[in-house]
């Protein structure tokens, strides 16, 4: 080889991109999830992408972020405040209500997108390598939009029925916020992996994410529960996570401490759980998809 040839070689060897070994994970609790934030660029692109096509030709916009609660709340209220004569812990009914639609709607659009992020990117799984754990999180994430323009409507609602928040329990409320969404995202990842091979999975969803709202506190209030079934109540997660929203924004006596207590150690649960599934059967992802 001439000394032109070789320094030819070394440039090429100096200047050639950077190389990526990917290399499956040893051991079930080995998660690398360090890879998260090595693309976190990309997960701010997905989540940009959902918030970009769940508005596009749309007329109205992010006004449905508005719309589809207060409908909700209008028909909820006749039905279980003028006829029913549910009880609402003192609070206006609507108000009450749309408190609790508050961080359902955010938890049922992230659970619905968290089970479908996996089967809708099957064009970038069978392509590109990245970690899939991204796809659950974007659905997450992008949801806090829509969460965010509900709440200053309920703000609204509460000027409008003379009620002031108490600020400092208000300050709590982004950790309801993230209790909302890791409970979304421990839910979806268990049934993602299961929605891959089994496309009832999506099917089946929206049926039971509906029962879930009616075995949740978002109509009625817990003080309805009998005593005795309080405990086996408090293990459904989403009951101290809307507790906990009502108690921030409209100034409830006491926050709900044991409620929250258990719904947070079964989130834990779920959500550490789902992550170890998730990793260990993304290798099959592609295949599969």
């Known amino acids: 080889m001439s000394v032109l040839e070789s320094e030819l070689r070394q440039a090429e060897l100096t200047s050639a991109a950077p190389v990526t070994i990917i290399e499956p994970s040893r051991g079930w609790l080995s998660l690398n999830l360090h890879e998260i934030w ?9 989540v940009w992408r959902d918030i970009k096509v769940r508005y596009k030709q749309t007329v109205i916009g992010a006004t449905w972020a508005i719309l ?28 009450f209500i749309y408190a609790g639609l508050l961080a359902w709607n955010y938890f049922a659009k ?5 089970i479908s992020s996996v089967v809708g990117n099957s064009n970038l799984i069978t392509k590109i390598y990245f970690p899939r754990l991204l796809l659950p999180l974007s659905a997450v994430f992008s949801g806090v939009i829509d969460l965010a323009i509900s709440f200053a409507f309920l703000l609204g609602m509460m000027l409008w029925y003379g009620i002031v928040p108490n600020w400092s329990a208000l300050a ?26 089994y496309r ?40 101290g996570v ?39 059967m993304e290798q099959t992802f592609a295949d599969v998809v």
């Open 172 to 197: 709590v409320l982004p950790l309801f916020v993230l209790l909302t969404a890791l409970t979304a995202l421990a839910v979806g990842l268990w049934l993602a992996v299961i929605n891959v091979r």
């Open 242 to 280: 809307i507790e906990g929203f009502r108690w921030a924004l409209l100034s409830k006596a006491s926050p709900p401490i044991d409620l929250l207590i258990f719904s947070t150690l079964i989130v834990v649960g779920l959500l550490w759980g789902g992550i170890i599934y998730f990793k260990r």
């Open 110 to 114: 992230s659970l619905n997108g968290s």
């Open 38 to 46: 090595a693309h976190h660029e990309l997960l701010y692109f997905l």
């Open 68 to 95: 589809q609660p207060m409908m909700t709340m209008v028909v909820f209220t006749v039905i279980f405040d003028k006829f029913a004569k549910m009880p609402s812990d003192g609070l206006p009914y609507p108000l």
């Open 200 to 239: 009832d999975v999506g099917q089946a969803i929206p049926f039971l994410t509906q029962l879930w709202l009616f075995v949740s506190p978002v109509v009625y209030p817990v003080s309805v529960v009998p005593e005795q079934w309080r405990l086996l109540y408090s293990l459904n997660p989403m009951t």
